[in-house]
Nanobody, 125 residues
Framework: QVQLEESGGGLVQAGDSPRLSCAASRPTFSSLTMAWFRQAPGQEREFVAAISLSGLATYYADSVKGRFTISGDNAKNTVVLQMNNLKPEDTAVYYC??????????????????WGQGTQVTVSS
């Protein structure tokens, strides 16, 4: 069983650039695919970004491409989502997810085996 713990959420202003972190308990961290999803009130959970930690391939939703960067630190078993120039429409609960091995569909929710509890990011205008 992999335990995921998100941190870094909170109340920010439009244009701010906070950083979210996700720590994984699994020792074989480098074999995972890890991702960030988000869910706004009244909406479905949607894909944000993903990373294959073995190959270091990255994937981004069109809505965040060029603004957000996902990266991994195998030594610390941690994935970071650097969020730049936040907009009010970025407000959501952000969830960390993990899958053992790789995937051809990193944007699909049902590809992932483990989920964190989520961290709230609220962007004021």
């Amino acid at each position: 069983q992999v335990q995921l713990e998100e941190s870094g959420g909170g109340l920010v202003q439009a244009g701010d650039s906070p950083r979210l972190s996700c720590a994984a308990s699994r020792p074989t961290f480098s074999s995972l695919t890890m991702a960030w999803f988000r869910q706004a009130p009244g909406q479905e959970r949607e894909f944000v970004a993903a990373i294959s930690l073995s190959g270091l391939a990255t994937y981004y939703a069109d809505s965040v491409k060029g603004r957000f960067t996902i990266s991994g630190d195998n030594a610390k078993n941690t994935v970071v989502l650097q969020m730049n120039n936040l907009k009010p429409e970025d407000t959501a609960v952000y969830y960390c997810a993990a899958k053992a091995g790789g995937t051809y569909y990193p944007q699909k929710r049902n590809e992932y085996d483990y989920w964190g509890q989520g961290t709230q990011v609220t962007v004021s205008s």
